[in-house]
C-alpha cells in the first residue's frame, strides 16, 4: 500500500518532469551523455536560475542526478526512471488491448449465433 | 516546423494530462472501456466540477473524446495519444543506448590496443 503510494507519487514527478519542453531538451541533450550546467544552459533561451530549477525538477523525478566538482556542477541522465513511465503506459495497454479482444470474441459469438440462426 | 512546433505543443499536454494521479484514475477507467462521466465520477473523492475540468484536460491532450447525449456525457479513451508518449520515450531510449554502443565500442578499442601495446 505505502509502496503504491510512493510509487504513484513518483509518477506524478515524472509526468510533471516531462511536461514542460525546455525540460525535455535537457533529457535529449543527456540522453547523449554527461554534461555540466552550463553545457545545459548554452543552447537554452533562459538564465542560469531557471535552468537550475528545471534541474532541481529532473532530480525530483529521478531522471537526473548531478554532483558538484569545485564550481562545476555535473550532470547526467538516469534512465531507469523512464522505465517506470513505460511500464505504467504498457499497463494501460494491456487494459486496452484485452478489452479489444473480448469485444472480437463477442463479435465472433454474435456471427456464430447468427449463422446457427441462418440455418 | 509548424508540425515539429505542433507534436511539441501535444506531448507538453500529454505529459501534463498524466501529470495529476486522478486523471490518471480516470484514463485506467477507460482503457477497460467506454464511461459516462457520472460512472467515472463514481470512484472519485471529488465534485462533479472538479470531474468535468479534469476531463477537459484530458480531451485537451487528445487521450479523451466524449460527447453529450441527452444529459449524460459519454466518454471514451484514444488510446492512439499515448503512442506519441511511447514514441517519445522510445527515442530518447534510441540516443542512450547508441551513446551506451559508442563506450563499449571505446572499451573494446582501448582494450585492443592495450593487448597490442602488452605483446
Same mark, same amino acid.
Not at 511536461?19 to 535537457?26: D, E, L
Not at 495497454?93 to 473480448?102: N, P, Q, V, Y
Given at each position: 500500500m505505502i509502496l503504491k503510494y510512493m510509487l504513484q507519487y513518483l509518477i506524478d514527478d515524472l509526468f510533471h518532469a516531462l %511536461? %514542460?519542453? /525546455?525540460?525535455?531538451?535537457?533529457v535529449e541533450r543527456l540522453a547523449k551523455g554527461p554534461a555540466t550546467l552550463s553545457e545545459l544552459a548554452e543552447p537554452m533561451d533562459m538564465t542560469l536560475t531557471a535552468v537550475t530549477q528545471h534541474l532541481r525538477i529532473l532530480e525530483t523525478s529521478g531522471l537526473v542526478h548531478?554532483?558538484?566538482? /569545485? #564550481?562545476? #556542477?555535473?550532470?547526467?541522465?538516469r534512465f531507469e526512471a523512464m522505465d517506470q513511465l513505460n511500464r505504467w503506459i504498457a499497463g494501460r495497454? %494491456?487494459?486496452? !488491448?484485452?478489452?479489444?479482444?473480448?469485444? /472480437? !470474441?463477442?463479435?465472433d459469438e454474435d456471427e456464430a449465433a447468427g449463422k446457427k440462426r441462418r440455418r
Open positions: %511536461a %514542460a519542453p /525546455g525540460r525535455r531538451v535537457m548531478s554532483y558538484k566538482q /569545485g #564550481r562545476t #556542477r555535473h550532470c547526467r541522465l495497454k %494491456a487494459l486496452w !488491448e484485452s478489452r479489444l479482444d473480448r469485444l /472480437g !470474441e463477442l463479435l
